[in-house]
DNA sequence: AACCCCCGGATTGTCGACAATCTGTTGACA
DNA sequence: TGTCAACAGATTGTCGACAATCCGGGGGTT
């Protein structure tokens, strides 16, 4: 195992409640769980660590960063603006000519496993819609950020009940208007989409 | 030498024109340069990877990203979004009593750099200033984010002819209007700023 | 000359061992 | 009993060596 899918799956746990805010990551045991050498998971920590996911205290170990509710909702204020950005881009760059069909393929893949029980799965074409839309907004240095901030507004949402159903539907909906090239519009969905999930959880 | 300090060093290079975009890092010339051992070396490649300045591929060492054009302006589009965010929140924070010292400390610092000749100098002003205007802003996810975009928009601006004086002035200005608590103008200044960067280099 | 196979040098990837550091505990002493 | 220092165990930090991989060149064949 490599430690690029070492801090994938330490990240699909985080999302799943694996593992809890403020948990230590002992180097040895996570040896043993991965069977990998400490080399590749001391890797694979720090670049959980530069995603801000992980903290590294000198000589005393790795440990699951907290997010304190302001934290997720300064995020989610963050993710606002760059999913704005990027859909305005995505849209403008198909109305200019640039290739859907990655997105049009996301979208389905979403709504497909929208129906499933399968939450990995649903995560997992969320993740493709993102990474679609990221693509074709066609700026590597976007999509490294959004990458980036798409894993703490999954933390940030993290424990919010079943928000599957209504929100695979808007997300489609977000995907067709930037494929129909409507860019305007595709960055009002979008940010509006992420506006109402920060303000349900200011409402808390 | 540790491997933040050595990234710090690599990226200041960077940033001097020291290393050159496509230029290979070997592993062994880097150990050689800092007196490291080759796992600081490696370390502190992995960070300049996850920073997207680096490329990593596998078995092939590590070489310098190359920024196009395109690039560099859709990252001044990204930058111009994030630094209004920043100002606007430190502005809206100092207006409800957060603490400014550092701010007018680092314009303080940076109006005197200005007038020295010692680049480096004036770019760790210019680092201290943004880096206060993030700890006020109080969101620690969006101060990672402005950091890792932060050294691709001055990657972007390099080359550009001397854009000290006259920047130095405009950057002070900022920080006055966020020091003020004036939100609404402390976003729109910022952005100006580097809308302003963002369209000289668009016209070349 | 064009092509392909194979090899040597250079470079990166991984492992095991040891040194350095931290934490909690024990026991002496006021 | 409370405090402090030394110790033991656990954990992280670093080094050196070796294995794996890649690249360019040499020689043979068609």
Redesign the pocket.
């Known amino acids: 195992m490599?430690?690029a899918q070492i801090a994938r799956d330490v990240i699909d746990r985080l999302e799943s409640g694996g593992f809890a805010p403020g948990q230590?990551?002992?180097?040895?045991?996570l040896c043993l769980r991965y069977a990998?050498?400490?080399?590749?998971i001391?890797?694979a920590?720090q670049h959980l660590n530069a995603l801000g996911i992980v903290a590294?205290?000198?000589?005393?170990?790795?440990h699951v960063v907290h997010v304190s509710r302001e934290d997720a909702i300064m995020t989610l204020e963050l993710t606002e603006l760059l999913f704005g950005l990027v859909s305005r881009s995505a849209a403008r760059r198909i109305a200019a000519g640039a290739d859907a069909s990655r997105l049009d393929a996301a979208i389905d893949e979403l709504m497909q496993s929208s129906q499933s029980d399968d939450r990995a799965l649903y995560m997992r074409a969320r993740r493709h819609l993102f990474g679609a839309l990221s693509q074709i907004a066609g700026n590597a240095e976007l999509s490294r950020i959004m990458d980036q901030v798409r894993v703490h507004a999954m933390r940030a949402q993290f424990g919010f009940a079943d928000f599957r159903k209504g929100h695979a539907q808007e997300l489609a909906e977000i995907g067709h208007t930037v494929m129909a090239g409507d860019s305007a519009n595709a960055e009002e969905q979008a940010r509006k989409y992420v506006r109402s999930i920060r303000e349900a959880l200011q409402q808390l």
């Open positions: 490599t430690a230590r990551l002992v180097e040895a045991d990998a050498g400490r080399q590749i001391r890797e920590l590294l205290e000198p000589n005393r170990g790795a």
